[in-house]
């Protein structure tokens, strides 16, 4: 079977199953949690996953075009379209990065501008929501301006030439770079505001540390993700240094994505408590029930005696 139908195949089944833990998720939330309007915290985790099901919708729509061209190679699927897809493919997944910026600057208000009420309200977050897709299309544009986005006949898509360092560059400076500094800059900050000898109620502290740990977990994520997604700088650094494209290197990029937001979706699980409680909460009403089953089956079993 040809090699890049089977790549083609498995970009699908994965980006299916993220699709499908994005939209389980997203209704348990909305469901099970009720002080939804007033969450912040669970507002942020909301916005992340909606980014991860817009980015796994249009892969997965991107690799059903693959997977056609594969069984038809006299299919092409070029034109504007073509570009406008790959564009907003990029600004979704530039958005699901800038809303981990979101979370660490909502850890940031809550622990060194606690005094700001404001500042960690669910309006201001709102906004700051519209403000990070703005932020998206509009830094993903020159992309789309310079025409970066080609139509790749053997990918049955558009994508940014490997060829094309500058365009690939851009992107990565703009969804990678920028966002993890960000990010990182923040955590340093509330590490050197934590560890300072001050006067906090004991509430504060725990507060504090809560925060801190789960600020931790979403910059460790963070890495995870950019950490899955080295194969395609390996590739960009090898055409760099050789001039020359690995075989199947558009489909390594597209899979190490679709890792990458697989691993996202999953992992948020963990590190959001009020997703956790969700779980907790069915299992709280099953032991329950377990436990008298079994308190009636032992004063039977006494009554017998």
């Known amino acids: 079977m040809n090699t890049a139908l089977i790549l083609s195949g498995i970009g699908v089944c994965l980006y299916s199953i993220t699709l499908a833990i994005c939209i389980t998720m997203l209704i348990l939330i909305c469901i099970r949690i009720r002080a939804l309007k007033s969450n912040v915290s669970i507002l942020l985790t909301c916005n992340t996953y909606f980014n991860s099901l817009l980015v796994s919708s249009i892969m997965l729509l991107m690799y059903s075009y693959t997977l056609r061209g594969n ?54 977050f709102l906004i700051a929501i519209m403000i990070q897709w703005i932020l998206s299309f509009l830094c993903i544009l020159p992309n789309l301006l310079l025409n970066d986005f080609q139509y790749l006949p053997t990918e049955y898509n558009c994508w940014i030439a490997f060829e094309n360092i500058r365009g690939l560059i851009l992107v990565l ?102 997703i956790q409680d969700i779980f907790r909460w069915n299992q709280a009403r099953v032991y329950p029930v377990e436990t008298r089953v079994a308190t009636v089956a032992q004063q039977n079993k006494q009554d017998k005696k």
């Open 173 to 274: 400076i703009t969804i990678f770079n920028n966002p993890l500094s960000i990010i990182f800059t923040i955590y340093t900050q509330i590490i050197r505001y934590t560890r300072r000898p001050t006067q906090i109620q004991q509430r504060r502290k725990n507060s504090n540390k809560r925060d801190l740990i789960i600020l931790k977990r979403i910059v460790i994520l963070v890495f995870i993700v950019v950490g899955i997604g080295l194969p395609t700088a390996g590739i960009v650094l090898t055409y760099m240094i050789t001039k020359y494209v690995v075989p199947f290197a558009y489909h390594i990029q597209g899979l190490s994505i679709s890792l990458g937001v697989l691993v996202e979706s999953i992992s948020l699980i963990f590190i959001t408590p009020q």
């Open 71 to 124: 069984l038809d190679s006299r299919l092409s699927f070029g034109g504007q379209w073509c570009e406008i897809r790959t564009y907003l493919t990029h600004v979704c997944f530039c958005s699901l990065y800038y809303s981990f910026v979101l979370q660490a600057i909502f850890r940031l208000f809550r622990i060194i501008f606690y005094k700001y009420k404001i500042l960690q309200s669910f309006g201001v």
